[in-house]
């Protein structure tokens, strides 16, 4: 099964900039989309112009217009949707959607999240805290069920210095505190989840999957690896491959992330 994450940065947009069709070549499986910033018809219509006609959507959209959107694609029937992460507050803030999928292997929960931003010393950076509570806890769940599952999305944390570039320079920023951090340190410890783009790629530095559009951060790849399949440990141990979508220029680029492609061996045909 290959598994595509790739925060859209507003799917009209990526389309527009040939995003859509790029990702629909990339023979996907399930594609988790953050950032949508659409309704579920402007979803349809960017999707179904671009290769993913047909396929099963299921997506979230924020109550305030324009912002935020997450959804999960696949070209199977979805056997569950679910668009709550726990707390009621985050009810409508389109940064959850879960969907169960039938394999050969047994049922794959996937997920697709936009985790906050958040702004060091602010209530910003206490709700993204939150979500983050929110999301062990979700963890924590599948782990004692012994279940295969997979988050993926935009999780604004660099994990480790190895995950962005001016390491150095972030440390009191959002995206690298170290309470941030921490979350990471607890899921990947034990061993119950994996980085599985870390785990089948090796050390860093990077490869990284977000860069500003300003300045030469792009030309210099002075960028930030916040981007993530994270997966039970018994779907991490079914993965084989694993890419970043890195354009070849600045100018190539339908996004200010790159998509982040794994390979499961679940017991369908993967497309190499």
Same mark, same amino acid.
């Given at each position: 099964?290959?598994?595509?994450t ?6 009209r947009a990526?389309?527009?900039? /040939?995003?859509v069709a +790029?990702?629909?070549e990339? /023979? ?10 659409? %309704?579920?018809?402007q ?5 179904d112009a671009d290769g993913f ?6 997506h ?9 959107g997450v959804?999960?694609?696949s ?18 803030a389109?940064r959850w ?12 929960? !996937?997920v ?9 010393g602010t ?23 012994g279940?295969l599952?997979?988050v ?5 944390v ?16 959002s995206?690298f505190?170290?309470v ?5 340190? &607890?899921?990947?410890? %034990?061993?119950?989840?994996a ?6 790629h =090796?050390?860093g530095? =990077?490869?990284?999957t977000?860069w500003? +559009?300003? /300045?030469?951060a792009f030309?210099?790849?002075a960028? +930030? ?12 141990? &079914?993965a084989?491959r694993?890419s970043v ?5 600045y ?8 998509a982040?492609? !794994?390979?499961?061996?679940? =017991? ?5």
């Open positions: 099964m290959r598994l595509i790739a925060n859209v940065n507003g799917i990526a389309a527009r900039r /040939g995003g +790029w990702l629909a990339q /023979g996907a499986d399930v594609l988790c989309l953050q950032e949508v910033r659409a %309704d579920d018809d979803l349809a219509e960017a999707l006609a047909g396929w099963h959507v299921a979230t959209e924020a109550a305030a217009k324009g912002r935020a959804a999960v694609v070209r199977d029937p979805h056997l569950r949707v679910g668009t709550s992460v726990g707390p009621e507050e985050f009810d409508g389109g959607v879960e969907v169960d999928l039938a394999t050969p292997a047994g049922t794959v929960t !996937v697709s999240t936009y985790v906050h931003t958040g702004e060091a209530p910003r950076q206490e709700e993204k805290l939150r979500f983050l509570d929110a999301v062990d806890a979700r963890l924590r769940r599948w782990t004692a069920d279940a599952a997979v993926t999305g935009d999780l604004n660099a994990h480790a210095e190895h995950d962005l570039k001016n390491w150095k320079g972030n440390l009191k920023k995206g505190l170290a941030e951090r921490a979350y990471f340190d &607890r899921w990947f410890t %034990d061993g119950e989840w980085d599985v783009h870390r785990s089948l =090796g050390p530095p =990077g490869p990284y977000w500003s +559009w300003r /300045g030469k030309d210099n790849d960028g +930030w690896r916040i981007d993530y399949q994270l997966a039970s440990r018994p779907l991490a141990d &079914r084989v694993a979508g890195r354009a070849a220029a100018d190539q680029r339908w996004s200010d992330h790159a982040v492609t !794994v390979d499961y061996d679940l =017991g369908f045909d993967v497309t190499v």
